[in-house]
Nanobody, 125 residues
Framework: QAQLVESGGGLVQPGGSLRLSCEAS????????IGWFRQAPGKEREGVSC????????NYAASVKGRFTVSRDNDNNKVYVQMNNLKPEDTAIYYC??????????????????WGQGTQVTVSS
């Protein structure tokens, strides 16, 4: 059974930074893309970023491009998202998820089959 566990969330002031981690187990980690999604209260889930199995393909939502950087460590089954210049509108629960596919990198939630429990990110002064 695939499992993903997020960590690294917290409270940060506007303009600050956080790095979220996603530790995966129970599947062939190096075969699949991993995506990051977020959901704010009263809003639909949004695809934030994704990274292909090799790290060679990375995509970002327009709202975070230039501020967020996704990376992965295939030796340790981890994916990270470095979030800089955080804004109040980045406040949400952040989830990582395993892609259904062994190719490409998608920001569409239905392309993912296993999800972590989420970590809260709050950007506020």
């Amino acid at each position: 059974q695939a499992q993903l566990v997020e960590s690294g969330g917290g409270l940060v002031q506007p303009g600050g930074s956080l790095r979220l981690s996603c530790e995966a187990s129970g599947f062939a980690f190096t075969d699949y893309a991993i995506g990051w999604f977020r959901q704010a209260p009263g809003k639909e889930r949004e695809g934030v970023s994704c990274i292909s199995w090799s790290g060679g393909n990375r995509n970002y939502a327009a709202s975070v491009k230039g501020r967020f950087t996704v990376s992965r460590d295939n030796d340790n089954n981890k994916v990270y998202v470095q979030m800089n210049n955080l804004k109040p509108e980045d406040t949400a629960i952040y989830y990582c998820a395993k892609s259904r596919r062994d190719y490409g990198c998608s920001l569409v939630g239905t392309d993912y089959d296993y999800w972590g429990q989420g970590t809260q990110v709050t950007v506020s002064s």
